[in-house]
């Protein structure tokens, strides 16, 4: 596709349950970057992924939380258990290279997850 | 690891105004800052980045200027315009890290 696509754009759910977000980035992009944003607040590092390396989960919150990318390409999100404070927008973006050399992140347009 | 502040939180100008926003980084083997703007209800994208070997860096009506040795960066808006209105996201990228460090980001309103 033109951009990087997230699915689905909106979700509701009830505390407790499981819910999986699915990015889907730029074709070529080595690079993915999963973020959070809650209301308000600035961009939360998740976790990135790089070819074939070893994501950096360094920003997972909690071990409810958990991210693969298959094949390179598509990256779920999951969530486990949720609670209402997981409650925000979850954005993915991917880029062509990693590291310091990294030029341009694009962003998806977020799923955004309301946890009642 | 790398903490990125970022000042104000919310800035108001009047239309045609300059808004400078300025952020601060705490790891000095970061070297590349990019800015990133976020209209409401969309995704942040990019406007402007700096690399650690040049201090400053103009594109039309914007510009960023980077400042090594005291660690923080600015954004530059000049002739500002109803439509600069949105947020707007300042990060940091260390050399060998892999991560985007993001500053909190700054609600900029234009008042026409």
């Known amino acids: 596709g033109a951009g990087v696509s997230q699915s689905p754009s909106n979700k509701v759910t009830e505390k407790g349950k499981d819910v999986e977000l699915r990015c889907d980035p730029i074709s070529g992009h080595t690079a993915l970057y999963w973020y959070r944003q809650s209301l308000g607040q600035g961009l939360e590092f998740l976790i990135y992924?790089?070819?074939?390396?070893?994501?950096?989960k360094s920003g997972l919150p909690s071990d409810r939380f958990s991210a693969e990318r298959t094949g390179g390409s598509v990256s779920t999100l999951t969530i486990q258990r949720t609670q209402q404070e997981d409650s925000a927008v979850y954005l993915c973006?991917?880029?062509?290279?990693?590291?310091?050399?990294?030029?341009?992140?694009?962003f998806g347009e977020g799923s955004r997850l309301t946890v009642l | 690891g790398e903490n990125v502040e970022q000042h104000p939180s919310t800035l108001s100008v009047q239309e045609g105004d300059s808004a400078v926003i300025k952020c601060t980084y705490s790891d000095s083997a970061s070297n590349y800052f990019p800015w990133y703007k976020q209209e409401l209800g969309k995704r942040p994208q990019l406007i402007i980045d700096i690399r650690s070997n040049v201090g400053e860096k103009k594109d039309q009506r914007i510009a960023v200027t980077l400042n090594k040795t005291a660690k923080h960066f600015s954004l530059h808006i000049t002739e500002t315009q109803p439509e600069d209105s949105a947020v707007y996201f300042c990060a940091a990228s260390i050399r060998t890290g892999n991560q985007f460090y993001f500053g909190t980001g700054t609600s900029l309103t234009v008042i026409p």
């Open positions: 973006a991917s880029s062509l290279t990693g590291g310091w050399s990294t030029g341009e992140l694009f």
């Open positions: 992924f790089q070819g074939n390396s070893a994501p950096d």
